[in-house]
């Protein structure tokens, strides 16, 4: 799911309130020490031997070295809040086996039409009074129709004029189509590649990973920041999440952005009904931390966003995410069709916590401003 390397282009100002998180202390007051500037190794020449191996860590070894990584490139007390909208549900021709708004799922999801240009416009300005600072839409396509794009268009651009960044997930792009979104803005584009590729085709048949590699080149061309991750807990193995690990940071340049789901198995999808009842039907909460971690050691200076399945964790198990490196979450109480942890709920955890909404700029993106020496 769910933008350029806009390296020029200034990010919208952003409004911090509504959360309650964040209002209370300056970065400098927070921080008596100057945290480390980003800087340091970032690899793309991973192998898979090497992620394996942080993966097998004792857990407190790899929590700490993903710490310390984290620390290099972010304020650890800070958390990026977003919230998705789907702007158009269901009906969805792919096969996602995860998905409930496929209609090769027995949901009972209904499809909808995309929204009115207004009506997304009335939620993101409410999603921003309630503290977000970036604004994910989604629809449920396997990619978008050309009679679609200006409507798409229109709402990229009032979302950006109203101070919020904007990230789009519409499936795969053809290169004039990332063309036609960077020019109106668009601050990010979300396109997961979902699983390691050894696992891939026994979660989705209609396209291929390949297809979903093509569609992030399409939008690294066009200039546009990549959200692109996955989902664990699909009943894939530990080689698996390496496999998809070793995807990302193996890309030509790491996504600016990072979601790691956990599957919300959901009756009537394949998936759902293939692992309720079974041990598989929730990922172990400390793999899940394991597989966080070594997205924030392998990936330095991208945001991790915990995203679907957070609101089954405890909270507990979210400050462990925290301290691993996940440094980015979803407000509200939906995500797409999935439910969320609210914003109360979200609030009281960060004040309980100690952490507040991000201040400052993402790393990647503070980085591709900077001037070439
Ligand atoms: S492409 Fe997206 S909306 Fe369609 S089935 Fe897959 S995950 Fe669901």
């Known amino acids: 799911m769910i933008p350029s390397d806009n390296s020029t282009t200034q990010s919208p100002s952003r409004k911090r309130e509504g959360l309650g ?20 190794e970032i690899r793309t020449d991973w192998t898979r031997e090497e992620i394996a191996a942080l993966f097998d860590l004792p857990f407190t070894e790899l ?19 977003c919230t998705l909208l789907s702007i158009k ?9 995860y998905c409930s708004q496929s209609v090769h799922a027995d949901s009972g999801v209904e499809a909808t039409k995309l929204m009115d240009v207004r009506e997304v416009l009335q939620r993101a300005a ?8 970036r604004f994910c839409m989604g629809a449920a396509w396997r990619n978008p129709k050309q009679r679609d794009m200006p409507k798409i268009v229109e709402i990229v651009k009032g979302v950006r004029e109203m101070g919020m960044e904007t990230c789009m997930t519409l ?3 053809t290169p004039e189509q990332a063309q036609q979104l960077s020019a109106a803005g668009l601050d990010y584009y979300n396109h997961n590649i979902d699983t390691g590729p050894e696992y891939y085709e026994r979660v989705i048949t209609t396209r291929n990973y390949q297809d979903r590699l093509d ?16 989902i664990v807990g699909m009943g894939e193995t530990r080689a698996d999440r390496v496999g998809f690990v070793h995807t990302l940071a193996t890309l030509e340049r790491h996504p600016e952005s990072v979601p790691v789901n956990a599957l919300v198995p959901v009756k ?12 598989l039907a929730k990922i172990d909460d400390i793999e899940f931390v394991r597989t966080v971690a070594l997205a924030r050691i392998c990936m330095p200076m991208s945001m991790v966003r915990l995203s679907a399945g957070r609101e089954s964790m405890s909270e507990a198990t979210q400050a462990l995410c925290f301290m691993a490196g996940a440094n980015s979450i979803f407000t509200g109480d939906k995500l797409l069709t999935a439910p969320n942890a609210g914003d109360d709920e979200d609030a009281a955890l960060l004040t309980k916590l ?17 001037p070439a020496e």
């Open 126 to 133: 409410q999603a921003r009074d309630a503290g977000s600072q």
């Open 215 to 230: 569609t992030l080149d399409n939008v690294r061309a066009a200039g546009i920041n990549v959200c692109s991750g996955g």
């Open 21 to 40: 998180v964040g209002k209370s202390a300056s970065p400098s007051q927070a921080h008596p020490r100057p945290l480390p500037q980003a800087g340091g």
């Open 89 to 97: 549900t269901g009906g969805c021709q792919e096969d996602c086996g």
């Open 171 to 173: 499936g795969m792009l």
């Open 268 to 279: 009537g999808t394949v998936l759902g009904d293939m692992l309720a009842d079974t041990p």
């Open 63 to 81: 929590l700490f070295r993903a710490a310390e990584v984290h620390r290099a490139h972010h304020r650890p007390d800070e958390v990026q809040l």
């Open 354 to 370: 100690g952490m507040k909404s991000l201040a400052g700029e993402e790393p990647m993106r503070a980085c591709a401003k900077e």
